[in-house]
């Protein structure tokens, strides 16, 4: 794999867990994360919505991928597939940032009840070895 293919692949990884995050940002408020954070929520975003799209996925890929590969004519519905690759992460974040903005128990549970960074989060911020000076 080339440079350029391997750098799309991240791209395309990593995109649903950033529109999910910016999407829930969006109404609930940044509160003081840093690109490492940023990261392994884009990371960890993109797992969760992979795993629930894991199946429909699948079942494109198994009965469309030689005609993909072979460049052959597709259904026009397979087009509403980027199309809902975007969007639906934008929903998702969105609704459970609204929903936490507005106070609403599944989402207070779900994104947490507080989303300012803890006593926790600064130990580690800007100090790798935990706190402690490193040797």
Request: without cysteine; proline residues 6%; aromatic residues 18%.
């Given at each position: ?32 994360i840093g690109l490492q954070d ?85 130990l580690f911020q800007d100090r ?8």
């Amino acid at each position: 794999m080339t440079g350029l293919g391997a750098a799309t692949l991240v791209l395309v990884a990593l995109l649903p867990g950033a529109l999910f995050v910016w999407s829930f940002e969006r109404w609930a408020g940044r509160f003081g994360i840093g690109l490492q954070d940023r990261a392994l929520r884009f990371v960890g975003g993109s797992a969760v919505l992979l795993s629930m799209t894991a199946w429909p996925l699948y079942w494109i890929y198994a009965n469309y991928w030689d005609s993909l590969a072979n460049r052959q004519n597709l259904p026009p519905w397979f087009w509403t597939v980027p199309i809902l690759y975007t969007i639906v992460p934008l929903v998702a974040g969105g609704l459970l940032g609204f929903g936490w903005k507005k106070n609403w128990s599944w989402a207070r549970h779900v994104g947490g009840s507080d989303g300012t960074p803890r006593a926790w989060d600064h130990l580690f911020q800007d100090r790798p070895a935990g706190g402690f000076a490193a040797s």
